[in-house]
């Protein structure tokens, strides 16, 4: 809860955090689709997801 | 049912932005987590689905990021030198006549602005110089607003036609002709309506002939830029050009003589220079073979297979992506390096002149990170989103009962889709990737010419980007009218509306036309 309240005082940190999430993982998707890693792909979709949940977050 | 869960996301955006006033970037998060869950439940994307629309929207996200955010470090590069102001300083040497200080800002330099900056800077810019003036705080937001509209799509180094492109994977050279024809058009109209907001129609009767010039020339400028694959900077081009046809027109109306006080040339041509080594950048990378070559070696292109739902909730039949390449980044003679070697190389120049002060630097990249940041979020949210949309058949579902609705009507409507992203997104590059593939689609569904719909998508989203809330906020915060943005949009409605209007007519012209 600290971290999200302290992601909202500061927006451009929260902005800068989510847009890493959201594109890093995408980055590693190819490769485990690729090699049929299913548990792979799961967990980079979940980082994106985490990284929307804090886009969204920030007010 | 189908029909309202492919719709869906659209109406979660649409829905937060406009009916609970969330951000762009909080309402593209919420449509993107919405499609990811609809399109797993419902329509049967499994893992492997989803692992390749991301990485396909990557790419599309890379490709229109890069140049959002070498465009806006330009821009920085530029405004922390003074350039911006020094231009503006010296235009109203140029007249006393009130119509013309109104066309010549409200028109032709924030035109310009469009081109070399966007992201709301024409209006914050030029709004609070024409109430400087003595313009009405109201008329000067809204001949603003409506001046820079039509060069929205080639504006900003052209980063909403690049995401036209790159969301259609279709040639730029088949969709800049019409895109540029249609605002060309729509300029020249909005020229009329700056003199007509700021002087009524005497105005317009003492200054057609001047509107018409300008409007031509600018417009002809734009389109010729354009159509030669020149389109990052045919806004940029128009607007410089139409500058230089505003100073000998200008004599022509002198107005009451007043002191404006002294013309500092040095520093105009010093504050030129930076948009000049875009122009020389430019050309040099753009039509010299050698250089074209040795910049174009890397590509990052990739091959992905072929891509089929697995059945969902709603029981539809699978939807097969067929086999192909995504979108194809030439590294470093894409747009957005173009203007990171027009930025440094303007940087050194401003430097070498004394033009910055300590703690530019600073500003420069602070300024920089603060502006893309969010924007950058929203444009991945929503990018992916509409990949995603289009990977699970939820576009095809849209299309096809889109086009089974209106049917021949489709042309007409068109520019009205356009323009509803752009009022809901406050940008004509989310409205192009929410809805450019949309309209593709339905076009090909209903055998009319694609680049002809595509045209009116993103004229339709320019001109009403300018009346989404995000930028009537930022118009009427600097021109000192917060808290009355229900009175600019009131205002500003029956021009666009009246441009948008224009454009429907234009496309069902042209579906007419040319089949």
Known sequence: MNIIESLKKNKQLGYFIAFLLMTLPAAGLLPAADHAAAAWIWILIGLVVVGNLIALLLK | ?515
């Open chain 2, 1 to 515: 049912m189908t029909f309202i869960f492919a719709l869906s996301p659209i109406i979660v955006i649409l829905v937060l932005m406009v009916g609970f006033k969330w951000s762009a970037a909080r309402a593209g998060a919420a449509g993107y987590l919405w499609v990811l869950i609809i399109a797993i439940l419902f329509f049967g994307a499994d893992g492997t689905l989803l692992a390749y629309a991301h990485t396909k929207a990557l790419l599309l996200t890379i490709d229109v990021l890069m140049i959002i955010w070498a465009a806006f470090l330009l821009y920085r590069v530029t405004d922390e030198a003074g350039a911006i102001k020094t231009i503006g300083e010296a235009l109203p040497h140029l007249t006393n006549e009130r119509g013309m200080q109104a066309l010549i800002i409200g028109w032709v330099f924030a035109t310009f602005l469009q081109g070399v900056g966007g992201f709301g800077v024409p209006v914050a810019v030029t709004a609070p110089m024409m109430v400087g003036l003595g313009f009405s705080p109201l008329a000067a937001v809204v001949s603003t607003s409506i001046g820079h509209a039509w060069g929205v799509t080639f504006g900003s180094m052209g980063s909403s036609f690049q995401a036209l492109v790159a969301t259609t994977d279709l040639p730029d050279y088949s969709l800049a002709p019409f895109s540029a024809l249609f605002l060309g058009i729509a300029g020249l109209l909005g020229g009329f309506m700056v003199a007509y907001v700021c002087g009524g129609r005497k105005s317009i009767q003492r200054l057609w002939g001047v509107i018409v010039c300008i409007g031509l020339v600018m417009g002809v400028t734009h389109y010729l830029i354009a159509i030669t694959r020149l389109w990052n900077i045919a806004t940029f081009v128009g607007g410089i050009v139409g500058l230089m046809v505003v100073f000998p027109l200008a004599r022509l109306f002198p107005g009451e003589k007043t002191d404006n006080g002294v013309l500092k040339w040095k520093s105009l041509l010093i504050a030129l220079s930076g948009y000049l080594v875009l122009v020389l950048v430019i050309l040099i990378v753009q039509v010299f073979p050698p250089v074209k070559q040795l910049l174009g070696k890397i590509v990052i292109s990739i091959n992905f297979p072929e891509i089929t739902t697995k059945g969902g909730l709603l029981g539809l039949a699978p939807f097969v992506t067929p086999p192909g390449p995504g979108r194809k980044i030439v590294l470093f003679s894409h747009t957005g390096m173009v203007l990171l070697y027009t930025a440094i190389l303007a940087y050194a120049i401003y430097h070498w002149t004394g033009c910055y002060v300590k703690g530019s630097e600073r500003r420069i990249i602070s300024g920089t990170m603060k502006s893309v940041l969010s924007s950058s979020v929203s444009i991945t949210s929503m990018v992916t989103m509409s990949v995603i949309m289009e990977h699970v058949g939820m576009i095809d579902i849209l299309a096809r009962s889109m086009a089974g609705s209106v049917g021949g009507l489709f042309p007409i409507i068109s520019p009205w889709i356009g323009a509803l992203g752009a009022f809901i997104t406050g940008s004509n590059t989310n409205s192009n990737v929410i809805f450019a593939r949309l309209q593709m689609q339905t076009s090909l569904l209903l055998q009319l010419n694609i680049a002809v719909i595509l045209a009116a998508q993103t004229a339709g989203a320019a001109l009403a980007s300018v009346i989404a809330p995000t930028k009537i906020i930022v118009g009427a915060s600097t021109a000192g009218m917060i808290g009355k943005e229900g009175e600019v949009m009131r205002s500003l409605l029956p021009y666009i509306g009246l441009l948008v209007l224009l454009i429907s007519v234009l496309t069902g012209l042209g579906v007419w036309l040319i089949p």
